[in-house]
């Protein structure tokens, strides 16, 4: 398959998109917009120039900058047009479903009530529902950077807004931060009736994804990449069918993969493993889902076979009720049986 062939069908592949930071979303132009209308100052002087910073030697390096384009996000409007901008760019890009993280404690320390956040982002969900057709979900995430004692008060505040929210997350600086800082938060959080996912592995060590499965109970591992330096972890997150939502771009801007051929997906794959392919930040990474997907069909030489099995994959590995996978997954194989006549 030439190049345009591999985009062409990926292109058209129904997919879901279930590792998506909204706040990694915001693309400089409309960045500069919400910055206009709340009378804030960007020090940078242009889009160009803000892209221009973004150059990153490590995860800390792209957070410090991905913090400080959320200083602008003020009103529930803002965070209704951050989403609603996401939700029309996947459309164009057969995104069916999306599982999307917020990070509630980056607005709420700036002073920004947590009902303007989550009410912004609801209501784009819901138009992406009735206007798109595009399904979704909400994980709230916790920054692990911070205290536990502050991801308890987020989680008291997210409380009221239960039937929004699906499942709690873990994101930030990973390392010095492990996954049982938060046990008794996420045990919490389970008994309030929320499921549980967590990065780990992207630049943590194998042990971080250890925590995450046996201490915080996660239904997936966000990124997952360095579970493969552990033969036993291999077996175990095979053995659960655990997946893992890999984000190739990203681990390749953040220096987590010296290049694309080296990804270790292929290698995932190889071994049985559930993985997806998905965007993190695509603003800040160079590409949505698609292009994520052309990245490594590409570098890694897949067969149409293995892109198909990765958009399956999306769909088994999601929060969507099995009668809802069944259902997309069919469309996937009907996209696929056509393609081939
Ligand atoms: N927050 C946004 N993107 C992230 C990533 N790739 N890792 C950890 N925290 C994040
Ligand atoms: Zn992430």
Request: net charge negative; proline share 3%; aromatic share 10%.
């Amino acid at each position: 398959m030439d190049q345009d062939a591999i985009k062409n069908f990926i292109s058209g592949l129904p997919k879901a998109e279930l590792h998506l930071h909204i706040e990694g979303t915001f693309e400089p132009e409309l960045m500069f917009g919400i910055a206009e209308r709340n009378h804030i100052d960007l020090k940078y002087n242009s889009v160009d120039d803000l892209k221009s910073a973004y150059d990153f030697n490590n995860l800390q390096e792209f957070l410090d900058i991905y913090y400080s384009g959320t200083n602008v996000l003020i009103e529930e409007q803002d965070f209704y047009d951050l989403t609603w901008a996401y939700l029309q760019k996947i459309h164009s890009q057969n995104v069916l479903h999306t599982e999307i993280f917020f990070d509630p404690q980056t607005h709420t320390s700036r002073g920004v009530a947590f009902d303007k956040v989550i009410s912004g982002i609801h209501r784009a969900l819901g138009d992406g529902r009735s206007k798109l057709g595009i399904s979704s979900f909400l994980i709230l995430s916790f920054l692990r950077h911070l205290s536990e004692e502050s991801a308890f008060q987020t989680l008291e505040e997210a409380l009221p807004y239960k039937s929004w929210i699906t499942a709690i997350g873990l994101d930030s600086s990973e390392k010095g931060h492990p996954p049982n800082k938060f046990e008794r938060v996420f045990t919490k959080a389970q008994a309030e009736g929320f499921l549980t996912v967590a990065h780990a592995g992207e630049e943590g060590s194998p042990e971080y994804v250890w925590e995450a499965l046996k201490l915080l109970q996660v239904s997936r591992i966000d990124h997952g990449n360095r579970s493969l330096e552990d033969s036993l972890l291999i077996d175990e997150l095979v053995k659960r069918k655990m997946s893992l939502t890999v984000c190739p771009l990203s681990n390749l801007k953040l220096k987590v993969v010296r290049d694309m051929t080296q990804h270790p997906l292929a290698k995932m794959l190889d071994k049985g493993m559930m993985a997806t392919v998905n965007s993190d930040d695509p603003a800040y990474f160079g590409g949505y889902v698609n292009e994520n997907y052309e990245a490594v069909a590409v570098a890694l030489k897949l067969t149409k076979g293995q892109i198909v099995q990765l958009a399956k994959n999306s769909f088994t590995a999601s929060f969507l009720n099995e009668v809802e996978k069944k259902a997309m997954i069919e469309k996937v194989d009907l996209y696929y049986r056509d393609q081939k006549n």
